[in-house]
């Protein structure tokens, strides 16, 4: 069974603070790791890794996976109160012929940012 | 602005009784998910579909039914048949196969059966 896990589950900072969030995945057939912002309501994109060791960007966030060691994590610098939301970490596998691709969501991160 | 519409936000039932969600979309994808979100665990895929008139079961798709009529719609059925029907559903889509291509997701109904 396909298993993705965050870490830590719940964080509280300050504003100003630098904050990396964990995933970490089990998976047969691996293909992509995604991440997600959720505020509340819907989720919105944030990064799509597909490769080793590039690290992708955007703004004061940014990403980077290790598929040796089977994990990914998502930095952002200098936090303000607008970065609390839920961040889901969701891995795209390959699978039969028959069930096509799947995605395997983590449980999140709770990230709170205090003024 | 394309997107998905989801309605209502919030909906009250009373056990025993059916519910349907409401989705659409503009976006002209082809591929359209439910996903269930329970506090403490990860979003979990109840029903998708990748062209109309075609739908699969996700993991947990007992006491729930979909229908695909037309591309822009898809809506989720709650039955009387699911145990524990109160959650936070989500509805999405998608341009290509899941694993390669990011998830745009509505803005949510919140369920709750008494």
């Known amino acids: 069974e396909d298993k993705v896990v965050q870490s830590p589950l719940s964080l509280v900072v300050h504003e100003g603070d630098t904050v990396t969030l964990n995933c970490s995945y089990e998976?047969?057939?691996?293909?992509?790791l995604l991440w997600y912002k959720q505020e509340k309501k819907a989720p919105t994109f944030l990064f799509m890794l597909?490769?080793?060791?590039i690290e992708k960007k955007s703004g004061r966030l940014s990403s980077i996976l290790d598929k040796k060691e089977l994990f990914s994590i998502l930095n952002i610098t200098a936090t303000q109160t607008g970065d609390s939301a839920v961040y889901l970490c969701?891995?795209?596998?390959?699978?039969?012929?028959?069930?096509?691709?799947?995605?395997?969501f983590g449980e999140g991160t709770q990230l709170t940012v205090n003024p | 602005d394309g997107g998905i519409t989801q309605s209502p936000k919030y909906l009250f039932r009373k056990e025993g009784q059916n519910v349907t969600l409401s989705c659409e979309q503009n976006?002209?994808?082809?591929?359209m998910y439910w996903y269930r979100q329970d506090p403490g665990q990860g979003l979990r895929l109840i029903y998708y579909?990748?062209?109309?008139?075609?739908?699969q079961k996700g993991d947990i798709a007992e006491g729930y039914s979909v229908s695909r009529e037309k591309k822009e719609s898809f809506p989720l059925t709650v039955t009387s048949a699911q145990k524990n029907p109160t959650a936070f559903y989500l509805c999405?889509?998608?341009?290509?196969?899941?694993?390669?291509?990011?998830?745009?997701f509505g803005n949510g109904t919140r369920l709750t059966v008494t």
């Open positions: 999405a889509s998608s341009m290509g196969p899941l694993s390669y291509s990011p998830l745009h």
């Open positions: 998976v047969t057939n691996f293909r992509s």
């Open positions: 597909t490769s080793s060791g």
């Open positions: 969701a891995v795209g596998t390959l699978g039969e012929e028959t069930s096509g691709s799947r995605l395997t």
């Open positions: 976006l002209n994808h082809d591929a």
């Open positions: 579909s990748q062209i109309v008139n075609d739908f």
